[in-house]
């Protein structure tokens, strides 16, 4: 069972800086891609950012030059660096892994946690 635990979440002003985590509970190179995405309410889930096994990372536009998507092997943990924050930021925030076994896709979902960006 792959379980995945994000946690960095908070509330903040408008201008600030969070960094989330997601934990995996196996390593990310058993994974085809990872990334983040995030939902405000009454929205539907959208990509923030995405990273490949090769390290090739994809940003949404609203968020380019202003998050960065990184992991670290060796803890097996998924990064997000959001800085700059604006309050239309404001959601929870989810960490999604994909895994490809015998050609089926699995997609993995943390809880979520939730960010609050304040004016």
């Known amino acids: 069972q792959v379980q995945l635990v994000e946690s960095g979440g908070g509330l903040v002003q408008a201008g600030g800086s969070l960094r989330l985590s997601c934990a995996t509970s196996?390593?990310?190179?058993?994974?085809?891609?990872m990334g983040w995405f995030r939902q405000a309410p009454g929205s539907q889930r959208d990509l923030v950012a995405t990273?490949?096994?090769?390290?090739?990372?994809n940003y949404a536009d609203s968020v380019k030059g202003r998050f960065t998507i990184s992991r670290d092997i060796a803890k097996n943990t998924l990064y997000l660096q959001m800085d700059s924050l604006k309050p239309e930021d404001t959601a929870v925030y989810y960490c999604?892994?994909?895994?490809?076994?015998?050609?089926?896709?699995?997609?993995?979902w943390g809880q979520g946690t939730q960010v609050t960006v304040s004016s």
């Open positions: 999604k892994a994909v895994s490809r076994i015998a050609g089926t896709d699995y997609h993995y």
């Open positions: 196996r390593s990310i190179f058993t994974f085809g891609g």
């Open positions: 990273i490949t096994t090769s390290g090739i990372t």
